[in-house]
């Protein structure tokens, strides 16, 4: 059955955290939460606020091969990237459209400024001058700010076509290149990507 959380214990919970940190917001983060919106809604409701980070889904793809919970093929880490856009668009058509941002993760790498302050403007919580410095400096240090548009050389051909055989509209719609938008996978090798995946 459907899991409910009570929310007064929780907002409860949580609002004593963030009066004891000082902080004028809390945030909660998962890469799954996605499956979880509208249980997060009831629990939260209006005061709530959804930072969506997209990433290109084929560096996503690329995470996933790494990890023993992650997707074994570009197929199949294609339609869950593509449930989850679908999903969160869903959840975005129902509730005030203030309450929910979408950041591309290669915007926030590569141009950290316009995205702190998009951020601060939609969580009400602007950062003091010197804290701004600080984290822009942080970011401008950060080893992995280049950490995307690795799939255009440790993607094979095979997997960038069962990818973008998924997820080309997508990719597209969201301003990523597209190398093949007509890009197919036979019957037999959607057989196979399924077989991969149990």
Do not use: C
């Not at 809390?26 to 799954?32: E, R, T, Y």
Request: hydrophobic fraction near 45%; glycine fraction near 4%; charge should be positive.
């Amino acid at each position: 059955g459907e899991i409910t959380v009570p929310a007064a214990p929780v907002n409860a919970a949580l609002s004593a955290l963030r009066t004891a940190r000082g902080r004028v917001r809390l945030g909660l983060k998962s890469p799954d939460y996605w499956m979880e919106l509208d249980m997060l809604e009831a629990v939260f409701g209006r005061q709530a606020r959804y930072l969506f980070v997209l990433r290109d889904g084929r560096d996503v793809a690329l995470s996933n091969f790494q990890v023993s919970w992650g997707q074994r093929n570009a197929h199949a880490s294609a339609r869950r990237w593509v449930r989850m856009l679908e999903a969160v668009e869903s959840f975005s058509s129902r509730i005030d459209p203030d309450r929910l941002l979408t950041l591309r993760y290669e915007d926030i790498l590569t141009e950290p400024e316009p995205a702190i302050a998009t951020l601060e403007r939609f969580l009400g919580a602007p950062l003091a001058p010197e804290r701004r410095t600080q984290l822009l400096a942080t970011m401008a240090a950060n080893p992995r700010r280049d950490n995307f548009g690795k799939w255009k050389q440790k993607m094979s051909a095979d997997e960038l076509r069962a990818f973008e055989s998924v997820a080309a509209r997508q990719l597209a719609t969201h301003g990523y290149e597209v190398v093949n938008p007509a890009a197919s996978v036979s019957v037999l090798e959607v057989a196979r990507f399924s077989v991969e995946e149990t």
